[in-house]
């Protein structure tokens, strides 16, 4: 059985990976950078804090960007710089759909970092998470009943992050589909109309889409205490969610794992304890 470092395994994919790795038999260290609690090592991508002795011995790292930066380049390079000197045999990096579209973009960089680094490597690119729903976007569920987003009328083909996690899982166990990259998505493409319909039939209130300005967006991002720099950023992925780049349907998911990726609905039913939270 191989050893792996997992980052951010708090987060939705990182936690599922985990378990999915350790339910293989795997070894596998779960990287925080909070104060690591039973199981876990403290990881700090800014500080370079615990990397070092976090990769030595591993076979296999899943590496993604801390939320709240920009310059992501930099901080997965000095971790696929870490991994080459820890004689790390693999990694699989987790950035999003649509990077691999600009070559000056930091994840982009990221993405060409690892592809000449020598390394045995995946790279995956997720749409936008389902999970956001509950999270991200749950202050509008909450205190006024509405999805707000400034998409118009565009599609998404949304995933939920445990797919995401088992595309991981089967990545870093196997070398047959090493050095490809992988836009995963959901099975179906809804714009935020039919996301709020969903979530009023599951959940058993009325819930609306309201298409904000992008104005309106960056206010409530700027008041939620995210850095002005990565609330732009935000802003821009949003736009280019609205101009349609979200729509694209793949079948990653269903390729490398062999299941269907979940539907919207089976995602809402499954998370349906954390939207009661919410007031109504």
């Known amino acids: 059985m191989s050893t792996f470092l997992v980052l951010a395994a708090n987060g939705n994919v990182g936690s599922t990976l985990s378990t999915l790795l350790e339910q293989a038999s795997h070894t596998v260290r779960r990287a925080t950078s909070r104060t690591a609690g039973a ?12 990397l070092a002795e976090a990769l030595t011995g591993a076979d296999g790292a899943f590496l993604l960007s801390p939320p709240g930066y920009v310059n992501q380049d930099e901080l997965l390079g000095r971790v696929i710089e870490e991994a080459k000197a820890r004689g790390v045999r693999k990694i699989v990096l987790m950035t999003a759909m ?3 579209a600009d070559p000056s ?18 790279v995956i690119r997720p749409n ?6 509950h999270t991200f976007w749950l202050q509008g569920i909450a205190h006024a009943n509405a999805v707000q987003l400034p ?4 599609k998404g083909s949304f995933i939920d992050a445990r797919d995401i996690a088992a595309v991981a899982a089967s990545l870093l166990q196997r070398s047959d589909l090493d050095g490809q990259a992988f836009d995963l998505t959901g099975g179906e493409a809804l714009d935020h109309d039919e996301v709020a319909a969903l979530l009023t039939r599951e ?3 009325d819930i609306r889409y309201e298409d904000i300005s992008p104005d309106a967006m960056r206010g409530g991002l700027l008041a939620a205490g995210l ?3 990565y609330a732009e950023n935000l802003l821009v992925i949003l736009e280019y969610f609205k101009l349609g780049y979200a729509a694209r349907i793949t079948d990653a998911v269903a390729h490398i794992t062999g299941k269907a990726p979940r539907t919207f609905e089976a995602y809402v039913r499954d998370y349906r304890d954390a939207y009661a939270l919410t007031a109504v």
């Open 151 to 154: 998409t118009g009328t565009a």
């Open 98 to 100: 649509g990077v691999d």
């Open 203 to 205: 959940l058993g209130r």
């Open 105 to 122: 973009a930091p994840l982009r960089k990221a993405e060409l970092h690892l592809e000449a680094s020598g390394l045995a490597w995946n």
């Open 128 to 133: 936008w998470f389902m999970q956001n729903f």
């Open 39 to 50: 199981g876990q090592v403290h990881v700090d991508l800014v500080s370079g804090d615990g």
């Open 227 to 229: 850095p002005p720099a």
